[in-house]
């Protein structure tokens, strides 16, 4: 499976999350500072106008020329910015054809629209699942991978908060478990911190790090993941 012209599943892939205030210099090196593709977290724009949205997308892309997953989270699941869903659906009609992939929330009302709109352009999809309060059971989680798969998901994601250091060891062995189904899995808190390196190891095709500034608890900088997961390669 590709995103834009990077393969997935050969060899760990980072992503870098951006906004629209990221320098063009920074752009310009994201590529050699470790980072395979761009999360444009669209929530974290300063404006949420379709006009700026689509200017800020092209310059981020040409000037990256890395492939880019558009991404316009809800304050529930840890997005910056609370709008209607119907004003995220126009956003995402918008963007599906300058970005290379979407991602939307696997409960999200607009989400079947957005894969609706996404296949027919040929992009791929993201669902993503979130959880701030715990990681539920594996029979759960199962459940929402093939939840996702059904909904037409070409990845699922899950991003749990870590209580217990059996919480990370669970999630990483349900990684391995279901390594050929697509999946991206993220353990939150300074606990998960480890998931965040190890978790591509076990078979989750993306693992994600911020350019300035975390978006996430225990995320780390794309430096950092690209330091410690040579060290483990």
Same mark, same amino acid.
């Given at each position: 499976m590709n995103i834009g012209?990077?393969?997935?599943?050969?060899?760990?892939?980072?992503?870098?999350?951006?906004?629209?205030?990221?320098?063009?210099r920074a752009l310009k090196t994201l590529r050699e500072n470790g980072a395979d593709i761009l999360e444009a977290r669209i929530d974290l724009f300063r404006s949420t106008?379709?006009?700026?949205?689509?200017? +800020?997308?092209?310059?981020?892309?040409?000037? +990256?020329?890395?492939?880019?997953?558009?991404?316009?989270?809800?304050?529930?699941?840890?997005?910056?910015? +609370?709008?209607?869903?119907?004003?995220?659906?126009e956003?995402?009609?918008?963007?599906?054809?300058?970005?290379?992939?979407?991602?939307?929330?696997?409960d999200a009302p607009i989400t079947d629209e957005v894969i609706r709109l996404a296949k027919r352009r040929k992009k791929k999809v993201i669902i993503s699942y979130h959880n701030f309060k715990e990681t539920p059971p594996d029979q759960q989680l199962v459940k929402l991978i093939r939840k996702g798969k059904a909904k037409g998901g070409d990845i699922i994601k899950l991003a749990?908060?870590?209580?217990?250091?059996?919480?990370?060891?669970?999630?990483l062995g349900l990684?391995?478990?279901?390594?050929?189904?697509?999946?991206?899995?993220?353990?939150?808190?300074?606990?998960?911190q480890i998931t965040r390196i190890a978790a591509p190891f076990f078979g989750s095709l993306l693992t994600y790090g911020y350019v300035d +500034?975390?978006?996430?608890?225990g995320q780390l900088s794309i430096g950092e993941l690209e330091k410690m997961m040579n060290l483990l390669s």
């Open positions: 012209r990077v393969r997935l599943g050969s060899i760990p892939r980072i992503v870098a999350i951006i906004h629209d205030q990221v320098s063009v106008e379709i006009e700026y949205i689509i200017k +800020s997308l092209k310059r981020i892309k040409e000037t +990256s020329r890395l492939p880019v997953i558009g991404t316009i989270r809800r304050p529930a699941d840890g997005g910056r910015k +609370s709008m209607p869903e119907n004003t995220r659906l956003i995402f009609k918008a963007i599906i054809p300058l970005v290379d992939c979407v991602d939307g929330e696997i749990v908060m870590s209580r217990t250091e059996e919480d990370v060891t669970r999630l990684t391995y478990q279901h390594r050929d189904d697509h999946i991206i899995t993220i353990s939150i808190g300074k606990k998960g +500034s975390p978006v996430a608890p």
